[in-house]
C-alpha cells in the first residue's frame, strides 16, 4: 500500500486558503468535483482548496495517467475505514519528515517496486521492525545515495561515518578493511542492518565477525 501512501497528496495535501463557493469553480472544475457539489459548503476551506488543486492537476494529466490515478483512488475507495485511516496517518508522518528524508523515502520506494516479491518482503519486514532513530538514519543512507549517484555528495553520510569510526575502533587493520569493502558493496538498507549488528557485539565478537571468512 506504500503505492497509495505517495499518491495521497493528489487527495489530501492540506493547505491554508479563503473558502470558495461552489459557484465561483469553474465549469471544468465543477465537472470533475461533481460527487463533492451536495456537501460543498459543509466541507473546510483546507479541503474545499485542495480538491480545486488535485481537479487541476486531473485536468493536465494525459490520459493514461488519469487512467492509473482513477485505479489508484478505487483500490482507495474499496479499502476498509480503518485501513483508510491507517493510510492517512501514515501520510501525515510522511509529510512531518523533513524534505531530504521524504526524497530518501520515495528513492526507496522506487527501488522497492524493482525488487521481486521475496526481497520486497524482506525489505518491509526490516523496515517495519526498525526504531524511529533506525528508520531516520536509514532514509539518510539513502539520501545520501541518492546525492552520490547524482555526484551531488558522498554516498556514506556524516551520522552515518560517526557510527562506524566507533564500531571499527580498536579493530585490527585486517577487519577495518573488511568493514569498509562491505559498507561499499552494500544498499542503505543492508548497511543499517550491518551497523546494528555490530553495535550490538563486543569489540572481540566484531573482531570474529569480521575476520570470518564465512560470515555475512
Known sequence: MLRILLILPILLTAAEAAAVEWGELSEAEQQVLAPFAERWSELSPDTRDTLRKGAGRWAA???EERRKVQQRFEEWRDLPPQRRREIRERYERFRRLPPNQQRALRHAYQRFKGLPPE???EFRRRFESMSPEERRAFLQGMEAERRSARGDGPAVDDSMRLRLRVVARELSPEARTELRSR?????????EKLLIDLERMNVAEREAFLTDSDGS
Do not use: F, G, N, T
Open 183 to 191: 559498507i561499499r558493496s552494500m544498499d542503505p538498507l543492508q548497511r
Open 61 to 63: 494529466m494525459p490520459d
Open 119 to 121: 526481497r520486497r518482503a
